[in-house]
């Protein structure tokens, strides 16, 4: 790094604030042009603030444990930059996913217990503050306003922008297709709900789900003890993904960067305004996690996978990416180390440097092993539950998962089918933005001599197979490709007229993308952003006009949106399609029912007949409901 002068050091800083200001004006363009001039909306975005603030100490106390761990390790110095500090916070967010998950398994994730954990990190941020402050006061990186390509960042603040303020609508809307909210309402934030309510993390057998490795939303759950509860925290749980979804862009960048900072920026752009990202980032969901350490993961195991400290740190992020969803078991943690073993033509330190991965990676991923080996006896139930055993599920409720999570539909179960369905849900899906998978491939071609590129391109058509003929074939299932694609793009060399043709098509694609993203969320509903920070959700029910009696208790059946209702746990019962056994003889209606305690308070159905019809449609082993459900045209409410 260059020490400047006084002179030039004011002018680069002056740049710098300029371009910052450009920044914040793209963060706020997508917010304007959703809300428009509603001083209400704008109101009701700023009543959020107390969200982002938190949000930002919950990342500065990710990045103190993360730099704690790095400095103990002597790992930081293998580190340089905005990597380190990268790194450091998803080591920091692993750590925090799993303390979550002990302390939870053993008491309440309340509001003393969720701030303790973000004191500790600020401490130990204070305390290895050399790990993570990059830059000293007086010096300037050499470099930092004199890229041409530093303006397709705007790109990127408007991406951002627009994630925020959609993370910002209640949870269940968006998108009405994939990636579907009803998800986050089921599972992705009921089970923490739950849990926070139960005062511990313990099997919830009516809520499959709960038996997930749940690495993200162990913050989730976290979010609600800092906020004081399940509907005050869902907003930050929210930000919380839209947050690791940044961080998985930051990755990309900071691991291209020290080779090419135009390549890293064209790179960085081009992830980070593809519409799947921005249709990820503002829902619930889990694949934050997933696209953040896999990243890492790969993108650390690349850079010198015959070292085994630098493979135990990309093994650390692959443990915390299987953490998070189950398909990081073969892609991230096996056969990426695997692939560099292969390249390295079996070499002993290869070799050595590939195990030390796998066991790292494996040690991360065990506490959640652990915790389904107590609960049910099966490490990853409810999957391989015919091999490993199915626990309390009954073998028509094992077929129903299997079926539905792992077989695709009977025309696609053949090679023309699954190849037409590639084609469909990935090359011609406009989520992948038409040009991203295209131009890794070109780059790829362009830079098919390095070592890093053949690794990138075989965990990329690895990672392909698997979706083929592994899958039941969602275009969401792939969307790991997405890092991996932004990588293989910044491994071509800037040079001339390349950087320049690349640097032009990304930003047509941003453009489109940004339109893409902004036309979905504005097509929704011309109320949406009227929405923004509603924690009561019962409006969006078919109870929003009945006053329930304070003890009443509520059934949903065939209902699967829990969250929605703002009635304590212990006085309502639901459970997904999967946890039904249906006994011969029983309507779905009564196999939904079956096994709830019955109550001498006053009790309300909620009974979702298109849904139970549906269901019985779709699901294995799901009977017709009774004659009198099958009447019902909409969701019904007895009392």
Known sequence: MKRLGTSEAIVRFSRFKIFIVCCAVSFLIPIAACVGFNLTDWALILLRAPDFLVLLLWLASAIGIGSVILKLTGLDRALDGLLR????????LGVISLSVLLIGLRVHIGACIAWSILAIGLAAGAWARDVWLIFPSDQLPADSTQCPFRWLLLLCAAALGMACVAALVPPGILWGDEPNGYDVVEYHLQVPREWYELGRIVPLRHNVFSYFPFNVEMHFLL???????????????????????????LSVYALISQRSKSMAIISATAMATVPWMGLLA???????????WGTLAIGLSVRDPQDWRSMALAGAMAGFACGSKLTAVPIVLLATPGIHVCLA????????????????????????????IAWVGNPIFPEEATLLGGGHWSQTQVQRWINANHLPRSDQQNLHGRMAAGWDQILKDWRYGYLLIPLAIISAGLSWKQRQTAALLLILIVLTGF??????LQSRFFTLAIPLAALLIG???????????YGIVVSLAALGGLIAVYQKVTSINSHLFELIGVERLMGLTPLADITLPPDARVLLIGDGKPFLYNVPTDRLRYRTVFDVDAKPGETSDQAWES????????????????????????????????ASVMQMPEPTVKQ
């Not at 503002?282 to 953040?292: F, K, Q, R, S």
């Not at 079996?346 to 195990?355: D, M």
């Not at 491994?491 to 043709?501: D, K, L, T, V, Y």
């Open 85 to 92: 500090i990268v790194t450091a916070t998803a080591i920091g």
């Open 223 to 249: 979010a609600m003890g800092l906020r004081g509860g399940p509907w005050a925290g869902m907003y930050l749980a929210q930000l919380m993904h839209v947050a690791l979804i940044a961080l998985t862009v």
């Open 282 to 292: 503002p829902v619930g969901y889990d694949e934050g996690g997933l696209l953040l």
């Open 345 to 372: 033509r079996f070499k002993p330190k290869a070799i050595v440097a590939g195990g030390t991965f796998v066991l790292t990676g494996s040690l991360i991923f065990s506490p959640w092993l652990i915790k389904n």
């Open 467 to 472: 979706w083929l003929f592994f899958t039941h």
């Open 491 to 501: 491994q071509i060399e800037a040079r001339g007229n390349i950087s320049i043709a």
């Open 595 to 626: 096994g709830w305690d019955a109550s001498n308070g006053p009790t309300v159905r909620v009974i979702d007949a298109p849904e139970l019809r549906r269901f019985a449609d779709t699901y294995w082993g799901i009977p017709e409901p009774s």
